[in-house]
């Protein structure tokens, strides 16, 4: 860690360097206290500007420090500090200005960003608040509406948009150091504005904290951190500046060492570490510059949108012409949704559209660098695709498939060059969900395997490794919970009362409501097909539903009745006389009970897929059922919230 001084005339710069990303040590904290009392006992000094080296500003806090005692000085007294300075400050930002890099920043008296530079609180996703100011300063300078926002939300500001708010005087075009200089200067020349602390905040009514709390209440599903964000925001503006610092610090220092933060700095720590296997370190991807998609339908369609979203040309191979027109209908109502949202412009989703190639013809894949297998899920349709892709596609290329269930190896059996075959295994919708497990058969190659990271990177997924077993790590979990829920329903405890229970417990739906939403009728076929295939499946109670035609929403009913046009789910009299000779009525359980249990049985099959090494840590299994599953994420995924943490 270096803090160093540099003069430019009567401006000093005060540089940190402190890798990767100018996290504030302790080291650092010290480094930037004695630049202050330097540069105030220098009288040559007329004002100083504050930059990082590196890719970003400073992103936060030390997060390697919350599991510690504090240690002076304290993230506080530093941006009190710097604000207290004899000479006025410029913070000259770049990359990301987070957390405690945000709180510095609003400590000097002037911030200017690069272009490209974003600012944000995200304390919250790490299950704390602020905790050297940003409830008490942001409302100071963005008023508290937009600091409620930035706050309770944790979601970053571009500069312009910081600029806009209020959080940043100028946005430097050009080279930033440069332009803080000349910024700097330009303000000496002029009144100088009170330090942050001593502007005023204007005060909302009663009603806007009430209106206020019950969003953040919903948007949080569950996490402590958002709701005591805006207590702290509250008090921000009702109380003195003193007053309200301390209520933060408090309440930072109280949820640091809470279960939930805990939680949540081992998701992040997770997430960081996942995309990059120390096994592959050292080995070098196939560049990705061109890709295809076989088979354009949910998932064709939704993968080739990812591969568009990260800028790749994109060749999507179907059947017949029919079905070319079907799969890219399915990607022109993906770009149209994206448009409605807000998400592209017209312009950007035309110009999504115009980099697939829709064609029957392998030819055209020649020359593509990976090619994504997304066809029927039988075995038979995806053999003949995979002699096809051998026959056209360059021997380096690497072939993937999408499959859910069946086995990588018999898919990629007799394939010429098995060491460019794997199974990348995206979720629904591929394009939106963050997961993507990544499954090698044995011969698959590293720099196959390496390819498969890489392209995680790219589209922005967080990649887990998984073995070869029937429904990887997701869905063998998946088919573990929906078991026990199942068993919970056969002792007598009510559909409705499982499916509140897990939305109780954080997941957006409970395992009923979701298999009503997704259609119960996929695992019925796959179930069908291994008794089909001789194997002993016994018969479950989603069987007897969708045999009498009940596969969920879309038929009007599966677990619950639907009214017509409508997505809330009925207790249904009618699924309670199909299923009745299958349940013992009686068995009463409360809803964190019901929790704790399925809870427990995903965790417990998590340890088998950990005994068995279909996965090497119990944080990938975690990242599955975050990232592909809904569980929430401030409970750390199942083998955290149960206690396996390796
Ligand atoms: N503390 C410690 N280490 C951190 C860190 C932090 N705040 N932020 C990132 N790192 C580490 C990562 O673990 C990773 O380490 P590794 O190389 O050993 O795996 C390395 O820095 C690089 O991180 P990324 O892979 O995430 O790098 P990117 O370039 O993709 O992203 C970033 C950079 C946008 C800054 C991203 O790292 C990020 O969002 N960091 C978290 C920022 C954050 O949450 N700050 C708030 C902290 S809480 C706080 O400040 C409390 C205060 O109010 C008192
Ligand atoms: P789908 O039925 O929506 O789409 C399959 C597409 O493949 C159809 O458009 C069909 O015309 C096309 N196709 C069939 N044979 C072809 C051939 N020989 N050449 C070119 N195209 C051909 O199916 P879905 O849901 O997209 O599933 C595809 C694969 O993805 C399956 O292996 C499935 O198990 C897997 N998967 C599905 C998930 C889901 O949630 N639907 C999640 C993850 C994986």
Redesign the pocket.
């Known amino acids: 860690m270096t803090v160093t001084i540099a003069r430019q005339g009567e401006i000093a710069t005060v540089t940190v360097d402190n890798p ?2 100018n ?1 504030l040590s302790a080291a650092l904290r010290q480094g930037l206290w004695d630049a202050v009392e330097t540069l105030d006992a220098d009288g040559s000094v007329a004002a100083v500007v504050l930059v990082c080296a590196g ?2 500003f400073i ?6 420090e919350f599991g510690k005692p504090p240690v002076p000085p304290h ?1 506080p007294d530093l941006v009190d500090r710097i604000e207290a300075a004899a000479k006025p400050w410029v913070a000259a930002i770049h990359g ?1 200005a ?3 890099g945000l ?1 510095v920043a609003m400590g000097c008296r002037f911030r200017v960003a690069a272009q490209g530079a974003s600012l944000g609180l ?2 919250v996703s ?1 299950g ?1 608040v ?3 100011s ?1 409830t008490v300063r942001t409302p100071r300078l963005v008023g508290v509406p937009a600091a409620v926002e930035l706050v309770t939300s944790g979601r970053p500001l571009r500069a312009a948009q910081a600029a806009e708010a209020g959080l940043v005087d100028a946005v430097i075009q050009g080279d930033l150091l440069e332009g803080a200089v000349a910024f700097a200067r330009h303000a000496l020349t002029r009144p100088l504005p009170q330090p942050t602390s001593a502007r005023p905040v204007a005060a909302p009514d009663p009603a806007f904290w009430a209106e206020q709390e019950k969003a953040v209440a919903k948007a949080a599903k569950g996490a402590a951190a958002p709701l005591r964000a805006l207590a702290c925001l509250r008090k921000a503006a009702e109380a003195s500046f003193a007053e309200a610092m301390a209520f933060e610090r408090e309440t930072f220092l109280e949820l640091r060492s809470s279960e939930q933060a805990a939680a949540l700095r081992h998701v992040f ?1 997770a997430e ?2 996942a995309p990059r296997p120390a096994a592959l370190r050292h080995v070098e991807p196939l560049p990705l510059r061109r890709a295809a998609v076989v088979g354009g339908g949910t998932m064709g369609a939704g993968i080739a949108a990812a591969l568009r979203d990260a800028g790749l040309p994109v060749v999507l191979v179907e059947r017949d012409d029919e079905a070319v027109a079907r799969g890219t209908a399915n990607l022109r109502g993906i770009f149209d949704g994206a448009v409605r949202r807000g998400k592209l412009t017209q312009a950007q989703a035309a110009d999504r559209l115009a980099g697939v190639t829709g064609t029957t013809d392998y030819a055209q894949l020649a020359d593509v660098d990976l090619v994504i297998e997304a066809v029927f899920e039988e075995i038979g349709v995806k053999r003949a695709v995979f002699d096809r892709l051998a026959q056209v596609c360059r021997p380096d290329a690497v072939l993937a498939t999408n499959t859910s269930y069946l086995d990588p190896r018999a898919i990629a059996g007799g394939l010429p060059g098995p060491e460019r075959f794997i199974g990348l295994h995206f979720f629904s919708p591929a394009n939106v969900m963050k997961l993507l497990e990544i499954v090698p058969v044995p011969e698959t190659s590293e720099r196959t395997l390496a390819t498969g990271f890489a392209l995680a990177r790219l589209l922005k997924k967080i990649p887990v490794r998984a073995g070869i077993c029937e429904g990887f790590i997701g869905n063998r979990i998946l088919k573990r919970y929906r078991a026990a829920a199942e068993a919970l329903v056969r002792q007598g405890v009510a559909i409705a009362e499982i499916d509140a229970a897990m939305r109780g417990h954080g997941f957006a739906m409970g395992p009923f409501e979701a298999q009503d939403l997704g259609g119960l009728d996929i695992a019925f076929l796959q179930r069908e097909g291994a008794r089909a295939a001789g194997q002993a499946v016994p018969e479950t109670l989603g069987d007897i539903l969708v045999r009498a035609g009940r596969k969920g929403q879309k038929t009007g009913g599966g677990w619950y009745d639907y009214a017509p046009g409508e997505r809330r789910p009925q207790p249904s009299a009618l699924v309670a006389a199909l299923l009745a000779g299958a349940i013992t009525p009686g068995a009463a359980m409360d809803r964190e009970a019901i929790a704790a249990h399925l809870v427990a049985e995903m965790a417990a099959e998590g340890q088998a897929i950990l005994d068995e090494g279909v996965t090497q840590t119990p944080a990938d299994i975690d990242l599955v059922e975050i990232h592909g599953y809904g569980f929430p994420r401030w409970r750390g995924g199942p083998m955290f919230a149960t206690g396996i943490r390796g």
């Not at 992103?59 to 390697?64: E, I, K, S």
């Open positions: 990767p990303v996290a890719r970003t992103a936060g806090a030390d997060v390697t993230l990301s987070l957390g405690g709180e995200p304390e790490l704390i602020p905790g050297a940003g720590f960081r570490a």
